[in-house]
């Protein structure tokens, strides 16, 4: 009798998640909107090398960007599908909550505060950072503590004001905030001496100094007072919509470690890899169970490349910011890049 009692429990528990399944793959309402828009809206900066910023074809370039690109490819098979729209650091949460963008994808750091009390839902670290400071060598500083009574420019409506004050009480030392709403004021600021130092991401440092007049005349500090994975956001209450964007992450993440490029994708359909196989839809329905079709990943790799290709293209040496890849390596490599396993 218990025997028969058990797989009752079981045949229901299997018809509940069953159900669960094809209300999650039936559709959630960012999933629908973006769909009957026919683009996914994401919020971005403009200003931040490496991450997004506008070239001279009026095209966004950087990490952030191809990240909403892979999210398009996954959605509809095309990463042109995505229309970015430009704020300021303290519109892009207000923005999201609000609905008038899908995705905050704009070098936005995971902290417990905006999880716990902004709505918002943090879908992986794809860039880990941590901040730092941009002076001219002609101070002649070596370290952060050097900065004592020094006028530093900072960016409005994140966490760089916060973390360099609580820095500063932890030191014993004081500096004057200049803080500046957009990132180029900033760093106009900076140039014109206005400011001893700018304090931000560190790669954001890297990519600012690059495009200075003289980069050879500054350089960013070994000092890391902050620790900044940075990813794309979404609203709370939307599991599908998380769902997709977070695996699009891994799914670049998991290509670069199982081998798969763009440039070997369609061979790579052949492998006899089951955790190949089940990336790119040729076996398993990871895709509907997210309301997508099978190849949503192969789309994401086709139109991007893995996650390698994206760093490389825009933090590898021959791009405009390259930056050492650090910790941004595989975890197979000594780095945290790790991707979730598609089973």
Not at 124 to 153: K, M, N, P, W
Not at 199 to 211: E, Q
Not at 285 to 301: K, T
Request: proline share 3%.
């Amino acid at each position: 009798m218990a025997g028969l009692l058990g797989m009752a429990l079981v045949a229901l528990s299997l018809g509940a998640g069953a159900r669960d399944a094809a209300a999650q793959a039936a559709g959630g309402p960012t999933l629908a909107a973006v769909k009957a828009r026919g683009v996914v809206l994401c919020g971005t900066s403009g200003a931040s090398p490496g991450f997004g910023l506008f070239d001279a074809r009026g095209e966004l370039r950087g990490m952030d960007a191809d990240l909403c690109r892979a999210v398009a490819a996954a959605v509809f098979g095309d990463a042109t599908k995505v229309r970015y729209i430009v704020m300021t650091a303290p519109q892009r949460i207000v923005s999201l909550q609000a609905g008038t963008i899908d995705l905050a994808a704009q070098s936005l750091t995971w902290t417990q505060t905006r999880e716990t009390n902004n709505g918002l839902e943090f879908t992986g670290t794809h860039f880990y950072d941590g901040q730092g400071f941009l002076v001219r060598r002609s101070l002649g500083i070596a370290e952060g503590r050097a900065l004592d009574g020094a006028t530093i420019c900072l960016p409005q409506g994140g966490r760089a004001e916060i973390n360099a004050a609580e820095w500063a009480r932890a030191a014993g030392i004081k500096f004057t905030p200049l803080i500046f709403e957009r990132a180029d004021e900033g760093i106009a600021a900076y140039e014109a001496r206005r400011c001893d130092a700018l304090s931000n991401d560190a790669t954001l440092l890297l990519g600012i100094r690059s495009r200075l007049q003289n980069p050879a005349e500054h350089l960013v500090l070994a000092d890391r007072i902050s620790k900044e994975p940075l990813g794309a956001y979404v609203r709370k209450g939307d599991e599908q919509w998380l769902d997709i964007v977070k695996w699009t992450l891994h799914a670049l993440i998991n290509a670069e470690e199982l081998g798969v490029t763009q440039a070997n994708l369609d061979e790579m359909l052949q492998s006899q890899n089951p955790l190949v196989q089940r990336l790119l839809g040729v076996t398993g329905e990871h895709g509907r169970f997210m309301g997508l079709d099978s190849r949503w990943a192969y789309h994401v790799i086709r139109n991007m490349g893995n996650y390698g290709e994206v760093f490389e293209r825009h933090f590898g040496e021959a791009s405009q910011t390259p930056t050492p890849r650090g910790l941004n390596r595989l975890w197979t490599q000594g780095g945290l890049m790790y991707g979730a396993p598609i089973q």
